[in-house]
């Protein structure tokens, strides 16, 4: 069943970025709104909206964990475009090696592929994602081998 980003949608209340006429820049350490990742996730995950309403196609977003943290397992309906910001990230997707993400390199996600990663180290982990179609996370289980 999948897990819309109900949360990360009411991050966005008040703040019409659907409609975003003029251009706009936002980054990590600017005053960005950040909630908790779907329950899906453990706690520490942490997300923002940058653009976008997440309940439709095209929301941007930055998604943070802790060094350390485990992204368990799971999928979305949407691809994603997705690039290191900050930290050290070892993404492994179904039936493909491990791939080890540092700042500023770019990953592709197909959708419905199941996918887990790893925040490296002691630092965190800020990712960039673009989602082509609404944001959503599907619990997965079994192996990704």
Known sequence: ???????????????????QSAPITRSV???????????????????????????????????????GYTIPAHSHTSAERMILVEGQLTVVYKG?????????????????????ARCKGGKSCTLFIAFEGPVDANPYVGSLK
């Open 1 to 19: 069943m999948a897990m819309a980003l109900s949360s990360v949608a009411q991050l966005v209340v008040g703040a019409d970025l659907s409609a």
């Open 29 to 67: 350490s600017s005053a960005l709104q950040w909630g908790p990742c779907p329950p899906i996730f453990p706690t520490g995950c942490q997300i923002a909206v940058l653009n976008g309403d997440p309940s439709k196609p095209n929301a941007d977003v930055f998604l943070r964990v802790p060094g």
């Open 96 to 116: 493909a090696a491990a791939a080890v993400l540092t700042p500023g390199q770019y990953a592709y996600g197909p959708a419905s592929l199941p996918h887990e």
